[in-house]
């Protein structure tokens, strides 16, 4: 763990390893990209449910 | 007006889980003392790298002579001379004497801006006898200084960096909780009404439920993996949260097996009323009693009132309700599945 640390540090001394390495944008990027494919097929599967129901409200009038 | 509400509460939830990821890994962590070079000193001078992590805690213009470090050995400051200064490290110089009250030194880094860092065992003395510091080479306490941060999150020695992990496995496992509490209510309805609608209700909650457990599994062992170093440890909150979730899974199996017997509903609501009982038991009220490597359990307190500063809190609290949001959305639509599926098969 130590020797990991240090590692890292000396990689990217001047910033510190999350930041002046740029991984803190990677890794936001790509969490919010899972976000929005998330909340896209969220979203789709809620609009498909309401137009069933809708449907089927229909067909029993 | 529903329907506008409708959208409403779901984009919210989208959109606080957003600002959840923007500020969780855009918010600089404070810095903190990770390693001291070497961590064996000889009697005599010796040099000293004490290197750190989070923000930068100086600049590459600040001269070493605002930066003052003093090493404690049991109740006594040894002195230093602070020779370079680097946004991340500080090296300094030391007279080690032959005598110190504690062979294990902690150092202390008094900055303009950062405050106080503080390393404890940084480095050792194996050679020294014990005994007093010598006048000559003692220190008195520099002068405490408030640190001058913007917007950060608390530097937590071991966690570091994966304090952000916070964001998300902890909200995950709220929000597990809360879905299995809703099921146990639709579980005790369905026994008491015997209605179909209750039964889907309760599984509904359970599935989304696990969806949510196994995510909080994933996240604390990747968590335990950082700060423990093992993907896996034999722990009390580790195991029963395991044995809660495997619980569960045999809910979906017992469903399964049962087919479309006329007694699934029932016999499945007794079940899942055992089950969230174990989940309290098993994750509220057993690790308790028992030492625990896990935060908020006996002999870890963990993040308590000063480890979750108010940084944290701006961004933990709406993660909380992102994340349970987000799974109640998930709860829905899993349950108006199970609603059409019904009507379709009840023609």
């Known amino acids: 763990m130590t020797l990991v640390m240090k590692a890292m540090l000396l990689l990217n001394s001047l910033e510190g390893f999350f930041f002046g390495s740029g991984k803190a944008h990677v890794v936001t990027g790509v969490a919010l990209m899972i976000l929005a494919g998330l909340a896209l097929s969220l979203w789709r599967m809620d609009r498909r449910l309401t137009q069933l129901e809708k449907a089927s409200r229909e067909d029993n009038h | 007006m529903k329907g506008a509400w409708n959208w409403t509460w779901k984009a919210g939830s989208i959109l606080l889980l957003g600002y959840v990821i923007l500020r969780g890994f855009g918010t600089p962590l404070q810095p903190g003392l990770v390693t001291a070079t070497p961590s064996q000193l000889r009697i005599g001078t010796d040099t000293i790298v004490l290197a750190a992590a989070g923000q930068p805690f100086a600049s590459e213009d600040d001269a070493p002579a605002d930066f003052h470090v003093v090493l404690r050995a049991g109740d006594q400051l040894l002195q230093t001379e602070t020779v370079e200064v680097t946004p991340h490290s500080v090296r300094l110089s030391v007279d080690v004497p032959a005598t110190l009250p504690a062979r294990a030194l902690d ?84 026994l008491r009404t015997d209605s179909a609608d209750w039964d889907m209700r309760a599984e509904a909650a359970v599935k989304t439920g696990l969806v949510f457990g196994l995510l909080g599994l994933a996240t604390g062992s990747l968590w335990a993996r950082w700060t423990w170093g093992a993907w896996w440890v034999s722990d009390p909150q580790l195991n029963g949260a395991l044995v809660t979730v495997l619980l569960y899974s045999g809910y979906l199996i017992l469903r399964a097996a049962m087919g479309d017997d006329d007694r699934v509903g029932r016999l499945a609501a007794v079940y899942n009323v055992f089950a969230f009982i174990m989940l309290v038991v098993l994750l509220m009220v057993l690790p308790r009693y028992t030492e625990s490597l896990h935060p908020g359990k006996d002999g870890n307190p963990g993040f308590n009132s000063y480890d979750l500063d108010n940084s944290l809190r701006a961004v933990f609290y709406p993660a909380v309700i992102g994340w349970g949001a987000l799974c109640y959305w998930m709860y829905t639509l899993r349950l108006r599945m199970n609603r059409h599926a019904y009507r379709l098969l009840s023609r």
Request: hydrophobic share 55%; with cysteine.
């Open chain 2, 107 to 190: 150092a202390f880094v008094f900055t303009p801006a950062a405050g106080t860092l503080f390393l404890g065992n940084a480095c050792f003395v194996e050679e020294a006898a014990k005994g007093d510091i010598p006048a000559a080479v003692r220190a008195d306490a520099p002068e405490e200084r408030a640190p001058q941060l913007g917007f950060s999150f608390p530097y937590q020695p071991n966690i570091i960096e994966s304090i952000r992990n916070l964001l998300w496995h902890v909200p995950m496992w709220f929000a597990m909780f809360f879905i299995m509490g809703l099921g146990f209510v639709a579980s005790l309805a369905q």
